[in-house]
């Protein structure tokens, strides 16, 4: 009987760390940092690739799929709320 409540522990134990893990990744997913870490990485790479294509005035240009980025984080979980209440009514 003891060694089965360790072992129930055990598997609390792990639930909770994976709980634990999950929980963060959600917030990293939906963090600003990671927001603004991504529209400064397509900025560059955008504004590098149009450099080479031969775009002028590239790092204005380069701020056209940077908005892209920003506006559809912006838009996507209104979408997400749409959706849900679409397909999962509440009951």
Known sequence: MEERLKEIEQDIQ????????????????V??????????????????AMYFIGVSNYLLSALIPTLGYILSTQSLPLLKQWWIRRNFPAK
């Open 31 to 48: 963090s600003l940092f990671r927001k603004v870490s991504i529209a400064a990485i397509t900025y560059i790479i955008a504004s590098v």
């Open 14 to 29: 792990d639930i909770k760390d994976r709980n634990s893990k999950v929980g963060a990744e959600k917030a990293w997913e």
